[in-house]
């Protein structure tokens, strides 16, 4: 477990995670960090724009 993460628990008065919770946490992130990168791009301007999503929306509607 990295060192500056029990400084902060030490540092805060808070109880040390054990190996199981940083490992828990490690999957986590692992697992949603996609989730979170599509969403970045979903709700950002510099990717997005009008009509993204209605490719096919537009040629069913003929």
């Not at 054990?18 to 946490?25: F, K, R």
């Amino acid at each position: 477990m990295p060192e500056e993460l029990l400084n902060v628990t030490n540092g805060l008065g808070l109880e040390r995670i054990t190996p199981m919770d940083h490992a828990i946490i490690k999957e986590y992130i692992r697992i949603t960090e996609n989730l979170a990168n599509a969403l970045d791009i979903l709700q950002g301007e510099k990717y997005m724009y009008q009509g993204v999503f209605s490719k096919n929306d537009s040629q069913n509607e003929s």
